[in-house]
T-cell receptor, first 119, second 112 residues
Framework: KQEVTQIPAALSVPEGENLVLNCSFT??????LQWFRQDPGKGLTSLLL?????REQTSGRLNASLDKSSGRSTLYIAASQPGDSATYLC??????????????????FGSGTRLQVQP | DAGVIQSPRHEVTEMGQEVTLRCKPI?????LFWYRQTMMRGLELLIY????????DSGMPEDRFSAKMPNASFSNLKIQPSEPRDSAVYFC??????????FGPGTRLTVL
């Protein structure tokens, strides 16, 4: 069974700092990994999707990397701003390998990293 | 595109009542997912559909929960009878094939 772990659980940084959020998963046979942002009381906003054939994806100040062999992904946020304060979640397909290709597409999520950027 | 639409946004009901949550996926998406989020258990899959057909309902907690997708633009999740432990935020998400999933704003359910 796929398990996803996110470290740290919470992070507080001053504005302008570059930071890295970590995600690890137990079964490396994934076909993609998705990072989300969740603001308090709100839904999930998709930030980046990395396919298994990719090593990284970039969107603005965000850069996500994927190392399948080690079962890790990182989300790098450059020049953090108070508006980046939110919970960041990573997610991978619930089943992997052959069963995933047969149609299981649901996600299993980490517990998230709660980020606070101080002005 | 308006994104995934869910209604109601908030629902407060009393134990034993029937609750119906609704979802309209993004047009053209062929996968629809229902997830539940609680403080204790985080985000968990309840059920998902592919081309309106239920594929995996192993996350549906009990027979009190049921979900249907009568057409490509609508799904509902019903709880009957509701119990206080059903209180959570229920999210609907959709995707095209195995690509990026997009989430709705969620329905915050409180069962008294």
């Amino acid at each position: 069974k796929q398990e996803v772990t996110q470290i740290p659980a919470a992070l507080s940084v001053p504005e302008g700092e570059n930071l890295v959020l970590n995600c690890s998963f137990t079964d490396s046979a994934i076909y993609n990994l998705q990072w989300f942002r969740q603001d308090p009381g709100k839904g999930l906003t998709s930030l980046l999707l990395i396919q298994s054939s990719q090593r990284e994806q970039t969107s603005g100040r965000l850069n996500a990397s994927l190392d399948k062999s080690s079962g890790r992904s990182t989300l790098y946020i450059a020049a953090s701003q108070p508006g980046d304060s939110a919970t960041y979640l990573c997610a991978v397909p619930m089943d992997t390998g052959r069963s995933a290709r047969r149609g299981r597409r649901a996600l299993t999520f980490g517990s998230g990293t709660r980020l606070q950027v101080q002005p | 595109d308006a994104g995934v639409i869910q209604s109601p946004r908030h629902e407060v009901t009393e134990m034993g009542q029937e609750v119906t949550l609704r979802c309209k996926p993004i047009s053209g998406h062929d996968y629809l997912f229902w997830y539940r989020q609680t403080m204790m258990r985080g985000l968990e899959l309840l059920i998902y559909f592919n081309n309106n057909v239920p594929i995996d309902d192993s996350g549906m907690p009990e027979d009190r929960f049921s979900a249907k997708m009568p057409n490509a633009s609508f799904s509902n999740l019903k709880i009957q009878p509701s119990e206080p432990r059903d209180s959570a935020v229920y999210f609907c998400a959709s995707s095209f094939y195995s690509n990026e999933q997009f989430f709705g704003p969620g329905t915050r359910l409180t069962v008294l």
